[in-house]
Protein backbone atom coordinates (compact mmCIF):
# COMPACT_ATOMS: atom_id res chain seq x y z
CA UNK A 1 0.00 0.00 0.00
CA UNK A 2 1.45 3.15 -0.97
CA UNK A 3 1.41 6.10 1.29
CA UNK A 4 0.81 9.47 0.12
CA UNK A 5 3.56 12.22 1.01
CA UNK A 6 2.69 15.31 2.56
CA UNK A 7 3.83 18.34 0.39
CA UNK A 8 5.14 21.65 2.23
CA UNK A 9 2.12 23.68 1.16
CA UNK A 10 -0.25 21.35 2.80
CA UNK A 11 2.59 20.92 6.20
CA UNK A 12 1.99 24.74 6.60
CA UNK A 13 -1.60 24.53 5.66
CA UNK A 14 -1.80 26.75 2.83
CA UNK A 15 -4.63 26.09 0.00
CA UNK A 16 -3.30 28.41 -2.32
CA UNK A 17 0.46 26.38 -3.27
CA UNK A 18 -0.16 26.65 -7.43
CA UNK A 19 -0.78 30.33 -7.02
CA UNK A 20 2.61 30.80 -4.68
CA UNK A 21 4.58 28.16 -6.77
CA UNK A 22 3.74 30.69 -9.45
CA UNK A 23 4.89 33.56 -7.42
CA UNK A 24 7.92 32.26 -6.40
CA UNK A 25 8.66 31.23 -10.43
CA UNK A 26 8.13 34.73 -11.22
CA UNK A 27 10.49 35.54 -8.31
CA UNK A 28 13.23 33.17 -8.98
CA UNK A 29 13.00 34.50 -13.05
CA UNK A 30 12.88 37.69 -12.58
CA UNK A 31 15.48 38.45 -9.33
CA UNK A 32 18.99 38.03 -10.01
CA UNK A 33 19.70 38.28 -5.69
CA UNK A 34 18.54 36.54 -2.56
CA UNK A 35 18.53 39.82 -0.50
CA UNK A 36 16.05 41.20 -3.16
CA UNK A 37 13.83 37.85 -3.44
CA UNK A 38 13.31 38.50 0.48
CA UNK A 39 12.61 42.31 0.18
CA UNK A 40 10.15 41.03 -2.72
CA UNK A 41 8.74 38.89 -0.07
CA UNK A 42 8.77 40.69 2.92
CA UNK A 43 6.81 43.98 1.41
CA UNK A 44 4.65 41.79 -0.65
CA UNK A 45 0.76 41.02 0.94
CA UNK A 46 2.05 37.27 2.02
CA UNK A 47 1.08 35.77 5.53
CA UNK A 48 4.08 34.75 7.57
CA UNK A 49 3.51 31.34 6.50
CA UNK A 50 3.12 32.12 3.08
CA UNK A 51 6.54 34.39 2.93
CA UNK A 52 8.03 31.30 4.59
CA UNK A 53 6.85 28.51 2.11
CA UNK A 54 8.11 31.51 -0.76
CA UNK A 55 11.10 31.68 0.79
CA UNK A 56 12.20 27.99 1.08
CA UNK A 57 11.03 27.64 -2.58
CA UNK A 58 13.02 30.63 -4.27
CA UNK A 59 15.98 29.63 -2.11
CA UNK A 60 15.68 25.96 -3.80
CA UNK A 61 14.87 27.55 -7.06
CA UNK A 62 18.46 29.71 -6.34
CA UNK A 63 20.27 26.90 -6.83
CA UNK A 64 19.29 25.35 -9.79
CA UNK A 65 19.49 27.48 -13.43
CA UNK A 66 16.31 28.71 -15.04
CA UNK A 67 16.14 26.34 -17.55
CA UNK A 68 15.93 23.58 -14.57
CA UNK A 69 13.45 25.78 -12.63
CA UNK A 70 11.33 26.04 -15.69
CA UNK A 71 11.27 22.39 -16.51
CA UNK A 72 10.20 21.87 -12.86
CA UNK A 73 7.77 24.18 -13.32
CA UNK A 74 6.65 23.01 -16.33
CA UNK A 75 6.61 19.09 -14.39
CA UNK A 76 4.67 20.38 -11.90
CA UNK A 77 1.67 21.66 -14.19
CA UNK A 78 1.69 18.18 -15.43
CA UNK A 79 1.86 16.30 -12.82
CA UNK A 80 -1.39 18.79 -11.19
CA UNK A 81 -3.33 18.22 -14.87
CA UNK A 82 -2.81 14.71 -14.87
CA UNK A 83 -4.26 14.42 -11.43
CA UNK A 84 -7.06 16.80 -12.22
CA UNK A 85 -8.02 14.47 -14.82
CA UNK A 86 -8.05 11.06 -12.59
CA UNK A 87 -9.87 12.77 -9.87
CA UNK A 88 -12.80 13.53 -12.87
CA UNK A 89 -12.38 10.48 -14.53
CA UNK A 90 -13.38 8.46 -10.68
Known amino acids: METKKESL ?17 ELSTTTTSCSE ?4 LICSDLTTKE ?6 ICGKMQEMDTEMAALM ?8 MLE ?5 SK
Not at 9 to 25: I, K, R, Y
Not at 51 to 56: L, P, R, S
Not at 73 to 80: A, D, F
Open 9 to 25: ASAFGLENENELFAHCM
Open 37 to 40: ILNK
Open 51 to 56: MMYCAF
Open 73 to 80: YMRKSLME
Open 84 to 88: EKINQ
